[in-house]
C-alpha cells in the first residue's frame, strides 16, 4: 500500500506506457482552478482524446498533473502542456482512456514539434549572450571563438527554418572571415 501511494504516479506511468494504446488528442479549452501555485494560476484543459477504434473520448488535465512523457533536458517548470487548438499524440488505457500519457517526443503533433524547438532555447540563449560580446568586441578572438561555438550548436536545433538556418550560416561565415555582421536576431 506505501508502495502505491508514493510511487503511484510513476507506476501508473509506466504501466500505460508499457500496455497503452496510441492515440490522438486536442485541447479544446481551458480555464483557471481556484488553485495557486508559486503566484501562478493552475489551469485546467478540456480535451478530446480520438481512439485507437475511431470512438472519442473527453476529458481533462491541469498544467501540474499532466503527465507529459518525453520533454528532453532541460527540465521545464511547469511542464509544458499542449495548448487549445494543438494537436498531441496520447498513450492510453483501452478500458480507461481518461488514463493517458502526452507524449511529447512524438514529431507528427504540433506538440511534439514545439516540444523540440523548446529544446533549442539553451542554444539560442547561449548565442545571444555571444552575440552581444562579440558585437561590442569584434578584435576580441575569445569573443570570436565563443561567438562561433554558438552558431555551431544552433545550427544542430533541427526546428529552424530554412531561411533562419541560412542566415546563421551566413552569420557564421561573416563572423569566421573577421567581417563586421549586422545580426538580426
Not at 504516479?9 to 496510441?22: D, K, W
Not at 477504434?53 to 527540465?75: K, M, R
Not at 569573443?143 to 541560412?166: F, I, K, P, Y
Request: proline share 5%; with cysteine; aromatic share 12%.
Amino acid at each position: 500500500m506505501l508502495v502505491v501511494f508514493f510511487f503511484g504516479r510513476s507506476l501508473s506511468r509506466a504501466y500505460v506506457l508499457q500496455f497503452g494504446q496510441e492515440g490522438s488528442g486536442e485541447v479544446v479549452s481551458f480555464e483557471p482552478t481556484l488553485v495557486s501555485l508559486n503566484k501562478r494560476r493552475v489551469l485546467a484543459y478540456r480535451t478530446v482524446l480520438q481512439l485507437r477504434n475511431g470512438g472519442t473520448c473527453l476529458t481533462s488535465f491541469d498544467d501540474q498533473s499532466a503527465a507529459v512523457y518525453g520533454a528532453q533536458e532541460p527540465f521545464w517548470y511547469p511542464t509544458p502542456v499542449p495548448q487549445v487548438g494543438e494537436k498531441f499524440a496520447v498513450r492510453y488505457l483501452p478500458r480507461l482512456p481518461e488514463n493517458f500519457i502526452i507524449m511529447a517526443n512524438d514529431q507528427r503533433s504540433s506538440f511534439g514539434q514545439r516540444i523540440r524547438c523548446l529544446a533549442c532555447e539553451p542554444a539560442l540563449y547561449k548565442y545571444r549572450q555571444a552575440r552581444q560580446a562579440y558585437l561590442v568586441a569584434p578584435a576580441n578572438t575569445d569573443s570570436r571563438a565563443q561567438l562561433l561555438a554558438a552558431l555551431d550548436e544552433v545550427l544542430t536545433c533541427t526546428c529552424l527554418t530554412l531561411a533562419e538556418r541560412q542566415d546563421y550560416r551566413r552569420i557564421r561565415r561573416q563572423v569566421a572571415a573577421g567581417q563586421p555582421v549586422a545580426v538580426a536576431y
